[in-house]
């Protein structure tokens, strides 16, 4: 699972990174709002962990764009902000999980792998386009009726590129998807 972790605190931000790697995600840690917009309109992400109370660009106002351009990536926030009224306003903009600081690492862990298995089971499992067909469920392709043997790779090549169909991929996000 690849996460976009955004948090301006040094320490926190740290700590967060390496805990999450322990725990085998990909992480990338991004310190400013502004950055971390302009990133989920050029990268995608399984998850976000996004802190409100950033300077300049705030999570507030990432979380709000991304949910006007329906990026439809699950966020959970983490903020100093835990008043029941501040709850209520992050998951009403669109947030699927909210965290008060401060919070216990596997806690956050717990609400990553909730999102995860609610994540996958939404996931379409058959992709058909023309005369291919892909079971993502059993990570198989078949063109005109016929199995198409394909590795692990192409597998995954083959589903992105079915999946964003009619849209244009760039070569780094191919990539992040192998």
């Known amino acids: ?23 085998k995600y990909d992480v990338v840690w991004i310190k400013s709002g502004l950055i971390a917009w302009g990133s ?4 995608s992400f399984d998850l976000v962990i996004l802190d409100f109370d950033l300077p300049n660009f ?5 979380l709000k764009n991304m949910r006007s351009r329906n990026i439809t990536t699950p966020v959970i926030i983490i903020t100093n902000r835990n008043s029941v009224d501040d709850r209520f306003k992050g998951l009403n903009i669109g947030a699927d999980g909210y965290m008060g600081k401060p919070f ?3 806690e956050l862990c717990a609400r990553i792998r909730v999102i995860q298995k609610h994540t996958v089971s939404n996931v379409e499992s058959i992709i058909a386009i023309d005369n291919i067909i892909l079971d993502v469920a059993t990570k198989r392709a078949f063109k005109f009726g016929k199995e ?9 090549l083959l589903q ?3 999946e964003h169909a009619g849209s244009i991929i760039s070569r780094g996000q191919l990539l992040q998807r192998l």
């Open 1 to 23: 699972m690849r996460i976009l972790l955004v948090e301006d605190g040094e320490l926190l931000g740290d700590c967060m990174r390496c805990g999450l790697i322990h725990y």
């Open 104 to 106: 216990e690492l596997e």
């Open 160 to 162: 992105t590129l079915m």
């Open 40 to 43: 989920l309109q050029v990268e």
């Open 58 to 62: 705030s999570g507030e106002r990432v």
């Open 148 to 156: 198409i043997q394909l590795v692990r790779r192409e597998f995954v």
